[in-house]
């Protein structure tokens, strides 16, 4: 296995078809112990593990103690921090080529409390055997916003630069939750696609979903046209994951 890509159920109580997610803390780390153990028996040496983590404003350690778990076992290479949605004021940012008024854009779940902020970013932990994987950086790169970098940068290419640890990656508007999202949890296409591209396309020669849900990174490794296998138990998750793939797969013959 070259690379893992998954997002397990937090423990937060959300509402999945099957899994019940409010199990004592204490059973749902060793649960956590037991399935990452079976990762890194079937990750390769240079493979590379990203584990999408979220929280919720009221319990904010979930992400730190599954970490704490995980590391029994692999490296903390990378934090990658997946930020769902953004504000960026003119006043702020003062004379900034292309900023030309305030922006805010992408989705969260908005929360009525005195207490706490909206939750508007997850993490995504990059884990390795050794913690000495090579990475394709500029596979996810961005373009320089000054022309002018390129030429003090030896290493710039085709214009490009890491991306750096911040992901803005905006959910899919939708009109109707249970026909567009039918799953309560699953994360964007670009999010797996991201990370499969950062860990290198040419070295990655299967991947893996162990929490397979509505068969997002599925969708990513079709359009990647990479192997992938993946698992779920809730029949329901299983047939939207198989729906969704076959009108991928369709839909690549098509433009062809």
């Known amino acids: ?10 423990n937060l109580g959300v509402d999945y078809s099957t899994y019940d997610d409010s199990i004592s803390r ?20 240079d493979g590379s593990f990203f584990l999408n983590i979220g929280s919720k404003p009221s ?15 692999f490296v903390l290479q990378n934090v990658i921090h997946w930020v769902k949605s953004i504000a960026i004021l003119k006043s702020e940012v003062g004379d900034y080529p ?37 990475l394709d950086r ?14 003090r940068w030896r290493r710039a290419s085709n214009g490009l630069h890491c991306r750096g640890n911040t992901w803005f ?44 849900g509505i068969g997002t990174t599925a969708v990513a490794c079709a359009r990647l046209e990479l192997p992938f296998v993946g698992f779920e138990i809730a029949e329901d998750y299983l047939e939207q994951a198989c729906k969704r793939l076959t009108a991928e797969l369709a839909q690549a013959k098509l433009d062809v």
């Open 1 to 10: 296995m070259s690379v893992v890509v998954t997002s397990p159920p937090y």
């Open 26 to 45: 204490s059973k749902y780390l060793e649960w956590t112990d037991t399935w990452t153990r079976q990762v890194k028996r079937v990750l390769e040496s």
């Open 59 to 73: 319990d904010p350690l979930v992400p730190f103690q599954i970490l704490e778990v995980v590391r029994r076992h």
């Open 98 to 134: 292309g900023i030309v008024q305030d922006v805010v854009v992408g989705h969260y779940k908005p929360i009525n409390s005195r207490r706490y902020l909206n939750d508007c970013h997850e993490y995504i932990f990059h884990l390795t055997h050794r913690g000495d994987v090579s």
């Open 138 to 151: 500029l596979a996810v790169g961005v373009p320089y916003q000054d022309s002018s970098n390129l030429k």
């Open 169 to 212: 990656i905006p959910y899919e508007t939708i009109q109707n939750r249970e026909k567009d999202r039918p799953h309560p949890a699953a994360f964007p296409v670009e999010l797996p696609i991201r990370c499969i591209r950062l860990h290198g396309l040419s070295r990655t020669n299967l991947v893996l979903d162990p929490f397979l």
